[in-house]
């Protein structure tokens, strides 16, 4: 009996804001047919201030509600903080597929030259023992320095609904790693966000020619095709759904933002 899901099931992006918009780009290049449902938790945002407590019951109980609401075929948590802190928890409350979102320390230690890696992500991430875990095991002999930095968050968002954010948040950030000692020989810089990478431009201008910025989004999509892999998808792409949890000082962007992203409708819930 065949037991594959159906072509038309999506795969389900969730994060705190749109940083998983970086995710969801690659993983359309691999599967430009797959339905999709691209989930932001804007009454949560910024999960970067918020206690692991709190995420470990948010995370779950909200994706419990959309993967009942949208029958996906996978859910993928493309927020590093939500899957440093909620992983466990979403896998063992949830009967699919699930991929985490982890900072890019084992190619940043392949990369480096100088012996020096930048870790940039939210406060909630840098601290985190999952990152402790993956400097011991693959950055044992390297310099990994870390800096916490909401205001890219605040930028990234700003950014992407075409208003104005300010410039020093990123010389601030990079700031962040370079004034700590050994802080000037890094030379590759992960960025341990998923929001991160959609100022991917503005960071590179200020850190210089001679650092690599990296993160780990082409391998979240090459990890969503190989689990996906000899599943039915449609024949033709289809617009995407992004939905939206109610927040009364944030509303949902609007549509002409998302649309690059393959986006062509917008719920909440």
Known sequence: MDHSPEPDAPILFFDSGLGGLSVLDPTRALLPTARFVYAADYA???????????????VPA???RLVERYQPRLAVIACNTASTIALPH????????IVGTVPAIKPAAELTQ???????????????P??????????SDKTVLRHGSPGLVTAAEAKLNGQPYDPAAIERAIAGLRNQPGGDAIDVIVLACTHFPLLAEELQAVA?????LIDGAAGIARRIAYLTDGQRWP????PGIAVFTRSDDRPPPPLAALAPYGIGSIETI
């Open 235 to 238: 024949a033709d792409p289809a």
């Open 90 to 97: 979403v896998r063992a409350a949830l009967d699919l597929p």
């Open 130 to 139: 999952y990152v402790d875990d993956l400097s011991a095991k693959f950055a």
């Open 208 to 212: 210089g020619p001679g650092v690599r």
């Open 62 to 64: 909200l994706l419990g």
């Open 44 to 58: 949560g945002l910024p999960y970067g201030k918020k206690t692991n407590e709190e995420l470990a019951a948010r």
């Open 114 to 128: 100088t012996g020096a890696i930048g870790v940039l992500g939210t406060e909630a991430t840098v601290r985190q």
